[in-house]
């Protein structure tokens, strides 16, 4: 069973950048897909970022796309999101999400309850 430990959240003023780190343990990160989610105070949690297994695809919410870049490292079980010109509109605490059940396409990137195994969460908060 994989499990994930995000990294990297802090303090950030707006227009900075951060990269958030999920460690993943387990034999079978390397053949899962991975996503991040985040939620913000009082709203419900949302998809941000996707990655297949190979790294060849990936996917963005159009809030993040052209500021966020999801990359992961499978030599090393870590996948990242790199956050560019970040907004206070970006705070949130933020999930990484292993899928590894083999699922194949990639309509389902988007969708949190496809995943079946998520860390504990790395809050970011950006200061304006």
């Not at 430990?5 to 303090?11: D, F, H, P, R």
């Not at 950048?17 to 949690?45: D, I, N, V, Y």
């Not at 999400?97 to 969460?121: F, H, I, N, P």
């Amino acid at each position: 069973q994989v499990q994930l430990v995000e990294s990297g959240g802090g303090l950030v003023q707006a227009g900075g950048s951060r990269r958030l780190s999920c460690a993943a343990s387990g034999r079978t990160f390397r053949s899962a897909a991975m996503g991040w989610f985040r939620q913000a105070p009082g709203k419900e949690q949302e998809f941000v970022a996707a990655i297949a297994w190979s790294g060849r695809t990936t996917d963005y919410a159009d809030s993040v796309k052209g500021r966020f870049t999801i990359s992961r490292d499978n030599a090393n079980d870590t996948v990242y999101l790199q956050m560019n010109r970040l907004t206070p509109e970006d705070t949130a605490v933020y999930y990484c999400a292993a899928e590894t059940r083999l699922r194949l396409g990639t309509s389902w990137y988007r969708d949190k309850y496809e995943y079946d195994v998520w860390g504990q969460g790395t809050q970011v908060t950006i200061s304006s």
